[in-house]
Antibody
Framework: EEQLVQSGAEVKKPGESLRISCKGS????????ISWVRQMPGKGLEWMGR????????RYSPSFEGHVTISTDRTTSTVYLQWSSLKASDTAMYYC???????WGQGTLVTVSS | EIVLTQSPDTLSLSPGERATLSCRAS???????LAWYQQKPAQAPRLLIY???IRATGIPDRFSGSGSGTDFTLTVSRLEPEDFAVYYC?????????FGQGTTVEIK
């Protein structure tokens, strides 16, 4: 069964760093680009960026470029989303997904609060 | 950046009725790189349609997608109780990929 499994919920303070993960299984990991999607509390879906696991080519939405980094480790079939300095406004649910296949992770809730 | 505008914001209908949701793009999508998702509270989105009109695996045939260029439509032929949810369109043809703001289909 094809699936994306994300790391667990995180509670952080402003200014801290964080890396969350998304592990693919049940399919050839390098066949599909993986995107990250943000959903702030009570709000809609926002596309943050995507990575091609076969060559690590990455594209970001202008709204997120420079604030997050997307990376991959092909040896573990894992994609990462990381922040070097969190803000309270980063509080949200984050999903990884492969467009056109229907693969979605279960979501990782990130809470940033002092 | 391609802006997707969904209408209406909220659709109030009864079970058994037909739902028609619109998604309009600010620029023509050069290919039919348009998807529709359904999201229920506390759940991840679920892919319904991709390529503007191709039903995803396991999606009932009461869901259909159509359109090209700048105007796209998701139709639910007869609403079932489990279809009341929020629906989003997404274009994935030109980066940055973007979502519409969502349409809530609520029980009348």
């Amino acid at each position: 069964e094809e699936q994306l499994v994300q790391s667990g919920a995180e509670v952080k303070k402003p200014g801290e760093s964080l890396r969350i993960s998304c592990k693919g299984s049940g399919y050839k990991f390098t066949d599909y680009w993986i995107s990250w999607v943000r959903q702030m509390p009570g709000k809609g879906l926002e596309w943050m960026g995507r990575i091609d696991p076969s060559d690590s080519d990455t594209r970001y939405s202008p709204s997120f470029e420079g604030h997050v980094t997307i990376s991959t480790d092909r040896t573990t079939s894992t994609v990462y989303l990381q922040w070097s300095s969190l803000k309270a406004s980063d509080t949200a649910m984050y999903y990884c997904t492969v467009v056109t296949t229907g693969y979605w992770g279960q979501g990782t809730l990130v809470t940033v609060s002092s | 950046e391609i802006v997707l505008t969904q209408s209406p914001d909220t659709l109030s209908l009864s079970p058994g009725e037909r739902a028609t949701l619109s998604c309009r793009a600010s620029q023509s999508l050069t290919s039919t790189s348009l998807a529709w998702y359904q999201q229920k509270p506390a759940q991840a989105p679920r892919l319904l349609i991709y390529g503007a009109s191709i039903r995803a695996t396991g999606i009932p045939d009461r869901f259909s997608g159509s359109g090209s260029g700048t105007d796209f439509t998701l139709t639910v032929s007869r609403l079932e109780p489990e279809d009341f949810a929020v629906y989003y369109c997404q274009q994935y043809g030109r980066p940055p990929w973007t979502f519409g703001q969502g349409t809530t289909v609520e029980i009348k």
